[in-house]
């Protein structure tokens, strides 16, 4: 292999940044030339690719974001679009990409490697909804914003005595919710994974909870729920404040939880998935997803991984609940 791309695809994620920077450093050092791909699959089906150096990635591993933009790309789910790729691909060169972002990226690699383009995926999503990882590039960082925007939330509500129910992101999953609300204390989680019921798992649990003393609240909501609940953030903050008598406010925190700097965890996650990546390629292993599991960088087949279904442990579900009265 001669020619290896790299591209980011999906929604962005802290730490993306720094498996780029491997992915160029590290093939660049085993005398590959390195393509970047603007705008993940959309790049590659356009032909927005340039080459990349090693200095083309100083001083982008602190940066949140993704260096090479990023795109979700409806045309890559049609055999025109993944073509055009595979095409775009033998006109640059290209023999292998890196796709780094989250399950439906890693569809697409799947169907560019059988297209003849071997492709291995890195988890970059701040959602950690890929089966076959413990931990995907860009969670830590926003689970430290996350606790950080809520414990300032906390400040205010703690002062007016009042509940927040704070909506975090997380469409299909709700690990975000579960561990920051958790690490913020939150009274009541609600996961799309888990069943709850409203009036048991949060007004009765906020009206238990006062009889002990206690004045101000935090509710944490993955958007999921919101989505699938039919029950809007507004109606939720209504019926707390209703129903229990505290007055209720609500916070959706949005995408400031897909950017910023990226914590050291995603940092070096993401130069060892890279470095792991690039290894892969270069020994003529395409169809691979790079993964962490108990601290060690490993990796499986692409067909396996998409197959593989990751659940809430409800021990730590009913944790959160047993610690949180
Ligand atoms: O997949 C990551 C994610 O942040 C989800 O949690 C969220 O639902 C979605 O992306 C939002 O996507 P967009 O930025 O396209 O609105």
Do not use: W
């Not at 430290?144 to 704070?166: F, L």
Request: some cysteine.
């Amino acid at each position: 292999m001669k020619t290896i791309g790299v591209l980011t695809s999906g929604g962005d994620a802290p730490g993306m940044n720094a498996a780029v920077r491997a992915v160029v450093r590290s093939g660049v050092s085993k005398g590959l030339k390195v393509m970047g791909i603007r705008r993940g699959f959309n790049g590659l089906i356009h032909g927005d690719i340039f080459e990349m150096n090693l200095r083309s990635v100083s001083n982008t591993i602190q940066r949140g974001g993704t260096m090479l933009y990023t795109a979700r790309c409806p045309e890559f789910r049609t055999q025109e679009g993944i073509q055009k790729a595979a095409d775009t691909c033998k006109y640059f060169g290209i023999e292998g990409i890196v796709v780094i972002g989250g399950d439906g990226s890693f569809r697409g690699a799947k169907d560019l490697s059988a297209a003849g383009i071997p492709c291995v995926g890195i988890p970059g999503t701040i959602d950690n909804d890929i089966a076959c990882c413990d931990k995907t590039i860009g969670y830590d960082t926003a689970m430290n914003t996350i606790i950080s925007m809520v414990d300032k939330i906390r400040d205010t509500s703690e002062s007016h005595d009042r509940c927040s129910v704070v909506e975090v992101m997380g469409r299909r999953a709700g690990y975000l919710a579960l561990n920051a609300g958790i690490a913020v204390g939150a009274t009541s989680i609600l996961i799309p994974e888990m069943e709850f019921d409203f009036e048991r798992d949060v007004i009765s649990r906020i009206k238990r909870t006062q009889t002990t003393g206690k004045r101000d609240f935090i509710i944490m909501v993955a958007e999921g729920v919101v989505l699938d609940n039919k029950m809007s953030i507004e109606e939720m903050t209504k019926k707390i404040e209703e129903e229990t008598g505290v007055e209720t406010r609500h916070t959706v925190l949005g995408h400031v939880q897909r950017g910023g700097s990226p914590s050291a965890y995603d940092r070096v996650l993401g130069s060892k998935m890279g470095y792991r990546a690039v290894e892969l390629l270069e020994q003529g292993e395409g169809s691979r997803v790079v993964a962490i599991k108990k601290e060690e960088i490993v990796d499986y087949d692409i067909v396996e991984a998409l197959d593989m279904k990751k659940e809430i442990n409800p021990r730590i579900y009913q944790m959160a609940y047993d610690i949180s009265i």
